[in-house]
């Protein structure tokens, strides 16, 4: 698959650390995006986790759990596989950095969202936990690929609230659920036909806090991909983001 990516993480004008993490591997078509959470750099060191350890197992043979649990279900084709694994590295990142954190005060309570895509042949596999976002841009149109795991969501999702108040709030950051708080966690994965020309966005809530669908789709619209990830983040700091800001941008050719 023909591909061009472009990343960028910042950390914004007010924060005094980023503790957001990237990954973009080109090679093997495995881009990840992290968001962590925890106080004294924590954070930043269960975002780190979480991309690395997730990167590994998607990378490395099936260890002989991951082989018995992928046999058990007998999935055929390489779509279920592939997301199977992807909610197995997420579960093994959680499982890690949880363990991480019980035996160090300093990390006590550390967590972090994650958000990964894999592209294989004609396909996109996604899997996310938390509220960093998957996008795609296809014809000029923007849809969003993820649905975030918070508590505003659960209200818009309920009818309780609609998504313009909801980012409003300000306790529109609390998740329902993160890697390596709880130990195990349930992404969501979904896989996708690509197409050549389609360009995807994975980000933190440091963008998606301050830009809109919107503007998102104004941006992810025009220019070259080289640039995108500069744009973006360029235009979040121009909208007073106050948070760490990090995106990944992928081009399919
Ligand atoms: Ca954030």
């Known amino acids: 698959m023909d591909i061009a ?5 910042d950390c914004g004008p007010v924060r005094e650390n980023n503790e957001d993490a990237l990954l973009l591997d080109h090679d093997n078509l495995i881009f990840i995006v992290a968001d962590g959470m925890g106080g004294h750099a924590a954070g930043e060191v269960a975002s ?3 991309v690395d350890t997730i990167h590994e197992l998607l990378l490395g043979q099936q260890d002989p759990e991951e082989t018995r649990l992928v046999r058990n279900f007998q999935f055929e084709d390489t779509s279920s596989i592939l997301r199977e694994r992807l909610r197995y590295a997420f579960n093994q990142a959680s499982i890690s950095i949880r363990k991480t954190a019980d035996e160090h005060t300093e ?6 969202t994650a958000v990964a895509l894999v592209l294989d042949g004609a396909h996109a596999h996604l899997a996310h936990v938390g509220d ?4 795609l841009c296809r014809d000029g149109q923007l849809q969003r690929l993820t649905r975030d795991h918070t508590v505003v969501q659960q209200e818009i ?4 609230l609609t998504p313009e108040l909801a980012r409003l709030l300000p306790h529109r950051n609390i998740l329902t ?3 390596g708080f709880q130990g195990p966690v349930e992404p969501d994965t979904a896989t996708r036909v690509v197409q050549p020309g389609d360009r995807f966005l994975l980000c933190t809530d440091g963008l998606t806090d301050v830009l809109t669908d919107a503007a998102l789709n104004d941006l992810m619209g025009r220019g070259l991909i080289d640039d995108l990830a500069e744009s973006l ?3 979040a700091l ?5 948070d760490n800001i990090t995106v990944v941008c992928v081009e399919i050719r």
Do not use: K, L, N, P
């Open 5 to 9: 990516a472009s990343a960028r993480t």
């Open 157 to 160: 999702d309920a009818g309780r």
């Open 132 to 135: 960093s976002r998957a996008y």
């Open 107 to 112: 990390t006590r309570g550390m967590g972090t």
């Open 238 to 242: 121009t909208a007073h983001a106050s």
């Open 233 to 235: 983040v360029e235009a």
């Open 48 to 50: 780190r986790m979480a």
């Open 177 to 179: 659920q993160s890697i």
